[in-house]
């Protein structure tokens, strides 16, 4: 092999730089799950004692977990003053979970892709895929909170009112379906802003809804709001206003056939409204810091979630608008467009 020196040396400085962001996932999780991050940003620049008093844990444990973040430029630190605080950016990442930056919950998928491995690297030999329902549970929990920020930032003020004539009908009362919902953050996230109009969440994944009804019992919106397990092939009603599927049709083993059904279920004017991954349609497109995240992603949990399911047709996280035209068409949707975007979504709007 012919190594270039200055090549090989810039090389292995990423590699460094990728095991630390690595390394650093896991000590998010910890910082999350102990309340660290918000106990930071309540109490304003602290010491490492100080903070461990305020958030009741070891101070030890603590210093070394604070001077890990500053090394990650997720703390900021005051050497004159030996305090870390959060400045108004990290705080928006790590400690709002209800604003529209909060990424924490992310790194809960990132663990779960850790702890799943053995059971991913098992599907990449058999090929017979890894369902939904194998992986670990932080992974369902990590999911609604990675897309729940977005969906609060956007779904009512931009997506909704970017399809054709769809916000009226919502205000004025119409039956809406959400699709592998998940835990509902999506359903309930349109529940609140139409009050007029009655939602189903649907999820062949039980402890999921279980969660979804619970969540929307604590939000106060169990009298509108029902969640169901079944199959996007399968669920039940018809004469839907408004059918969604949040960043999920690319793991379902048919998505043909999901979209068949949907366009079966909707109402002469109904609208299937599908958001999914922002990815170009050439894998040049997508070689970038999203495209990396979501091809990842895709191949420890999308790809085996499709490969265990019927038909197995394997879209991936980056699937691209050209290649979700052709599963609508094939599904009989005439009319297709892409009607809004964010870096992370595509939201596109799907009718008979």
């Not at 844990?57 to 050497?79: H, I, K, M, T």
């Not at 956007?154 to 699709?179: M, Y």
């Not at 189903?200 to 106060?220: K, L």
Request: hydrophobic letters at 45%; glycine letters at 10%.
């Amino acid at each position: 092999m012919a190594i270039d020196p200055g090549r090989l040396e810039a090389f292995m400085g990423r590699m460094a730089g990728d095991m630390g962001a690595a390394m650093s996932a896991s000590l998010v999780v910890v910082g999350d799950r102990l309340g660290l991050y918000r106990a930071l940003a309540e109490a304003g620049p602290s010491t490492s004692a100080e903070l461990a008093a305020r958030a009741g844990v070891n101070e030890r444990n603590l210093r070394e977990w604070l001077s890990a973040q500053a090394a990650s430029g997720y703390v900021d630190y005051d050497e004159a003053a030996s305090r870390f605080s959060l400045n108004d950016e990290q705080a928006a990442v790590f400690a709002d979970e209800g604003g529209p930056a909060f990424m924490a919950g992310g790194f809960e998928v990132v663990s779960a892709m850790f702890q799943d491995a053995e059971k991913v690297e098992a599907a990449f030999r058999s090929g017979a895929g890894l369902g939904w329902h194998e992986h670990c549970p932080c992974l369902f929990r990590g999911t609604e909170r990675f897309f729940r920020p977005g969906y609060n930032a956007n779904l009512v003020s931009t997506w909704i009112p970017a399809l054709e004539g769809v916000a009226a009908k919502l205000e004025a009362g119409a039956s809406v379906a959400d699709v592998g919902c998940g835990h509902g953050a999506s359903t309930l996230v349109m529940a609140k802003a139409y009050p007029n109009s009655r939602f189903i969440g649907f999820d062949y994944h039980a402890p999921s809804i279980e969660r979804a009804r619970a969540a929307a019992e604590e939000a106060g919106l169990g009298d509108r709001v029902r969640f169901e397990v079944a199959q996007a092939k399968t669920f039940q009603g018809e004469d839907y206003g408004l059918v969604c599927i949040f960043d999920a049709l690319h793991d379902m083993g048919d998505p043909v056939g999901a979209a068949r059904h949907i366009r079966k279920a909707l109402a002469p004017d109904g609208t299937f409204m599908l958001v999914e991954p922002n990815a170009g349609d050439r894998l040049t497109e997508n070689l970038n810091p999203f495209g990396r995240m979501f091809y990842s992603a895709s191949t420890m949990i999308c790809t085996p979630a499709s490969q265990s399911q019927e038909v197995g047709l394997a879209l991936g996280a980056q699937a691209g608008e050209a290649r979700l035209r052709q599963v609508a068409e094939e599904a009989g949707f005439t009319r297709f467009r892409r009607a809004a975007e964010t870096p992370v979504n595509m939201i596109l709007e799907l009718r008979p």
